[in-house]
Nanobody, 120 residues
Framework: QVQLVESGGGLAQPGGSLRLSCAAS????????ITWFRQAPGNQRELVAL???????NYADSVKGRFTISRDNAKNTVYLQMNSLTPEDTAVYSC??????????????WGQGTQVTVSS
């Protein structure tokens, strides 16, 4: 059994910062990639950023230069540092893990999501 738990969401003012965490636990053999998604009310879910096991990163154009994704392999945790936040960043942020478990099965796992609200 593998679990992903997000944390760090909340309320931020425009121009402010938040750091989200996505912690993986359970029967993990390897974490191949972690992807952050977000979904605002009435909008489709969109990819925000991803990081592979080799540390290769990719970002949505809307967050490039403002968000940074990083990982702590020892803690099986991925972080999303969000700076210069705008109201358009308001959404539920969820992480998806491409994970191989101890039985050799590879699949995607989702966390429960964390709300980010940017408002003055």
């Amino acid at each position: 059994q593998v679990q992903l738990v997000e944390s760090g969401g909340g309320l931020a003012q425009p121009g402010g910062s938040l750091r989200l965490s996505c912690a993986a636990s359970g029967s993990i053999f390897s974490i191949n990639a972690i992807t952050w998604f977000r979904q605002a009310p009435g909008n489709q879910r969109e990819l925000v950023a991803l990081i592979t096991h080799k540390g290769v990163t990719n970002y949505a154009d809307s967050v490039k230069g403002r968000f940074t994704i990083s990982r702590d392999n020892a803690k099986n945790t991925v972080y999303l540092q969000m700076n210069s936040l705008t109201p358009e960043d308001t959404a539920v942020y969820s992480c998806n893990g491409d994970i191989t478990d101890q039985d050799g099965r590879r699949r995607g796992y989702w966390g429960q999501g964390t709300q980010v609200t940017v408002s003055s």
